[in-house]
Each structure stands twice: as structure tokens, then as C-alpha cells.
């Protein structure tokens, strides 16, 4: 049976106990408003691991001024049943007194610096964010220390981010990166895509399309990146009601720009579909040549 609990101390008596009886602890930290990808990190946590713990805390110091921490989707009661479903052990639910202190609506006296990879696309065009990410995420993996913590490909930057947090930081936990899961009709899986009209859903294929658009080009042969950015950009602007924030093809580790994809690579797209803004992501692989005869 699924066991909710909302504070630290809790918490942590539930994982030694499942430490005592030999099992390893998965993690995945969520905001909640859960879908068909949050439940692919459950389903890896739960083949790879015996004991496994779903965060659920809408985290306010990853939003912006002006962004939508207040209207971001909540559901509570649906999340604990798809996680009961899938035999999770425990759910962390923690209020905003339990994650930053008594004095938290007066800001955080210490925060963690994402350095210069927190400070170029997501972090540019959302000044802060990955400082909130960098923070609870450490906070958390300090408070659950899995073996192991499960995140999605879908944010990319976030996913790289806390691989080196977990490195620089020495924190003891191993980071799984997970793929990508997308509607039959190729939307990235997101919980903002709630938001979207019928319309709006449709204008927002366009970033799975650039992304597409670019592994097309690799594969008949365009290897600059500067040419694959821009063959993302303008399926981007191709479609009306779309605001391209940026398209670009990146080393996957270091997320700069690549002049050459001649290794593999990440291409990241973002824009703002409506009020909705989105990102989506691809691997772009180069085709090896042919050995010869």
C-alpha cells in the first residue's frame, strides 16, 4: 500500500527501513500533474530498484516573476492513485515550510549556482530557473539519497545540470536519464500542455517537426550546425502563431554550439505557442561511413 508522507523526518525513517530489509531506492522527483512520462521514470525506478519514491512539490523557486506557479496544474488525489497503481512505496508530499524553512516567503538565505550551465537557453530566457532547479533538486536528492533518481530527456539542460550538480557536489546518487515520451501525433509529453486550445495543439507540433526537419538534413548529408539550426528555425516560423524562442544544435554535455555535427549531438528547440511556452529536444546522430571493401 502507498504511504504518503509530508515530512523530512518521515521520510527518511521510511527509506532506512527499506536500507535495512537490502533494497536499493529509486527516486523521482516531480511537480505533480502527472502523465504518460512521469510514469516511464516510475516504470525504470520500479524494474531497477526495490524501494521507490515519488516527490510531488510544485516548486516555487523555479518560477519566474509573472510565470505560472500559481495556476500550474494540481491534482493531487489523480497522482497518488496512478502511483498506488504502479506500486510505488512512498510519495513525498512536502509543503513549502518543509522544503525552505519557517522564513521561506521572505527568500533563501543559501541557493545552489547552476554556473554556466543554468545561464544559456532555458536559463536565458527564464533568468533564476535553474538556480531553483539546482536547488531543490540538491535538497532532495539530500533528503530521499537514492541510489539512484530517475529524470526525463524532455528537459534536457535540466537533465545535464544535474548530472554535474551530482558530480561537483559529490553527492552519491547514480542519475538515469530517461527518453522522451510523445503523443502519437509527436508532442513531447508535458503537463503544460493542458493549457493548450485544440488549435494551439496543433501549432505546438511544429517543434517536434523542426526537430525532425533537422535529423532529416543530417541524414542527406548538412553537418553545420549554424544550417541545422536554421532549417529548425524556419519550420518553426513557418507556422503562424508561433514564437521561435530559440533553435539550436549543441554539444550534449557542455550545451554549446556546435559549428560541426560530426559526433552526436543535441538539437533543443523553444517557443511559445499562445500563452503556452514549450521545448522539446532530439539526438542528432551522423551517419558513420561506410567501412571500405
Known sequence: MIERVASIEELRQAVSSARREGKTVGFVPTMGALHAGHLSLVHAACRRT?????????????????????????????DLELLSAEGVEVVFTPSIEVMYGPEADR????????GPLGERWEGAARPGHFRGVATVVTKLLDIVRPDLAFFGEKDYQQLVL??????????PSGIVGCPIVRDQDGLALSSRNVYLTADERQRALALSRALEAAAEALAWGESSGDELASVMRAALEAMPGVDVDYAVVVDPETLRPLDVVDRPARALVAGRVGAVRLIDNCMLAPVSESPSA
Do not use: K, M
Open 50 to 78: 526495490g524501494f521507490v519514491v515519488v516527490s510531488v512539490f510544485v516548486n516555487p523557486t523555479q518560477f519566474g516573476p509573472g510565470e505560472d506557479f500559481d495556476r500550474y496544474p494540481r491534482d493531487l488525489d489523480r
Open 107 to 114: 527568500g533563501l538565505a543559501v541557493s545552489v549556482d547552476p
Open 162 to 171: 544535474v548530472r554535474r550538480i551530482v558530480r561537483d557536489l559529490n553527492i
